[in-house]
């Protein structure tokens, strides 16, 4: 059995601990980080700076693999979706979008989702695992590289406002948002992990602005993180009140309303930014109303935040309708006016189910939860008889 390490499971420090352990020096880890993640190269005997009788040990002991490609899909917009293979009847979807000062990747931090939002398609399916470090972070690893090949790459200005900072030859990849498929914080040491490796400037660089995690609102991991990483911070709202919120974000009977608007306040001395970003997905009838509306500005009036309300992305498993484009400026308009800075997401990549909420598809049959709980249900139905 081919038992070789993959490097991709290793953030700054665990390789640095790794190439210890092979009696090289401290400096290695770096020239292994700057050509796994800066070159994307996955053929140690490439890797030319490094001294013979390492690459020898390395290829020996270690490897670089990625996920398997189970699909690759384009959207009429540019938005490309990634179906990834994760064993074991798993399977992942990451999503790049590109604009134009900007490619975002949305990537996945679970197979499935425990926390079961009424409105996400990905939350249907059930949870199955945690990914490793490797798994979350050879998402972007496998995104930036490929699409650096492709003559059509668009290459990225490295600034926060769009003025020009500075040129990165090649870069493509210009944000990072942890907004794919599973709860972040519920898989906490492999995701900063990765997150450690996309602000390492030995590997990715990207800027604290520019990696952004969202959360249902895991408040004890909120203030964790703020402690060990404070990166950007999107917090899943969709509600204005505890009652709904139980409804539709059901993670809220643990951590309500008002610790979870504790835990943003004590956030953002910590944030890279100065604000949160809070998400919103408009349901017709059920979310967005005018006293909705109302409700929602007495809650977030005091904490300095955008709001970004999303269109919903209907499945049928849901029973929910998306609310009118005029419902949604209407609604727009009374936060704006009130005070509260207010976008409305742009979707993207609908037309290859890789719009918000939609990351599920093809992996709801390949994880095959249905059968999985028919087997536990069985299960306990013979041990409690």
Known sequence: MDSRTNLLNFDPEGLSEYIASLQEKPFRAKQLLRWIHQRGEADITQMSDLAKTFRATLLEKAEITALPIISDQHAADGTRKWLLDVGAGDAVEMVYIPEDDRGTLCISSQAGCAVNCRFCSTGKQGFSRNLSLGEIIGQLWMAEHTLRREPHAIRRIDS?????????????????????????????EPVVGAMRLMLDDHAYGLSRRRVTLSTSGVVPMMDRLANDLPVALAVSLHAPNDALRDELVPINKKYPLKELMAACMRYLPFAPRDFLTFEYCMLDGVNDTDQHAKELVELLKRIPCKLNLIPFNPFPESGLKRSSTARVQDFAKRLMDSGIITTVRKTRGDDIAAACGQLAGDVQDRTNVRERMQVVKFDRGVLDS
């Open 160 to 188: 926060y406002d769009g003025t020009p900072i500075v040129e990165h030859e090649g870069r493509v990849i210009s944000n990072v948002v942890l907004m794919g498929m599973g709860e972040p914080l519920l898989n906490y």
